[in-house]
């Protein structure tokens, strides 16, 4: 069975461009996360979503960061413009369903460099 | 205030020795899990364990075993016997029944086995 797979691995920009990463979750696993992780840092939470609805999006930067999952399966996270401080690992996750204590599964993350 | 801290920033040891890798948490709910991952430098986090707050069972598996203490509000994980391939950062991290799904990371543990 495959695993959460993200795209690109590596992206490195220039400061106030553009840039997305896309996600595919593991089959059949309604709860999708995208997570941040800063050098030195555990995860943290950036939206969660139930299907296709973003149901904890309270970490999300609104003004900057936009996240959508259409249909329920595949998400894309968008930064625009992004910042030197947006420098970080993007980390996306699913699990079968949304209550406490589900194992979630991570994919292996895209490495953002603002410059 | 941090909910889940990881002391150790750094651990090194030589091959066979023990190690235990200590997590203290924070939650006012009384239906949490805690879990650990380990994040190698492919830089995908994988699933270790999962408990329950109503389980303090400690629990063994292979070289690895886990300590869930309430009363101090710890969940130690050790390996013995240590091998270079446990060079990894390890994560405790917490998901309480307020929060659904969602993990609250700690810091990490980064843990460097030489031979």
């Known amino acids: 069975e495959a695993g959460v797979v993200q795209s690109p691995r590596y992206k490195i920009i220039e400061k106030k461009q553009p840039v997305a990463f896309w996600c595919n979750p593991i089959s059949g696993h309604n709860t999708l996360y995208w997570y941040r992780q800063n050098l030195g840092q555990g995860p943290e939470l950036l939206i969660r979503y139930e299907n296709e609805e973003a149901v904890d999006d309270s970490q999300l930067p609104k003004d900057r960061f936009s996240a959508e999952r259409l249909k329920g399966v595949d998400s894309t996270l968008k930064i625009q413009p992004a910042e030197l401080g947006d420098s970080a690992v993007y980390l996306c996750?699913?699990?079968?369903?949304?209550?406490?204590?589900?194992?979630?599964?991570f994919g292996q993350g895209t490495r953002l460099t603002v410059v | 205030a941090q909910k889940v801290t990881q002391a150790q920033t750094e651990i090194s040891v030589v091959e066979k020795e023990d190690v235990t890798l200590d997590c203290v948490y924070e939650?006012?709910?009384?239906?949490?899990?805690l879990f650990w991952y380990k994040q190698p430098p492919s830089g995908e986090l994988v699933f270790l364990i999962r408990?329950?707050?109503?389980?303090?069972q400690n629990e063994i598996s292979g070289r690895y075993s886990w300590n869930f203490q309430k009363s101090t509000s710890s969940f130690n994980f050790t390996i013995t016997a240590s091998q270079v391939v446990d060079s990894a950062v390890y994560f405790c991290?917490?998901?309480?029944?307020?929060?659904?799904?969602?993990?609250?990371f700690g810091k990490g543990t980064m843990l460097l086995v030489s031979p």
């Open positions: 996750a699913s699990s079968l369903n949304g209550e406490v204590g589900t194992e979630a599964f």
């Open positions: 939650t006012r709910d009384t239906t949490y899990y």
């Open positions: 408990r329950n707050s109503f389980d303090e």
């Open positions: 991290a917490l998901s309480e029944n307020s929060g659904y799904s969602t993990l609250t």
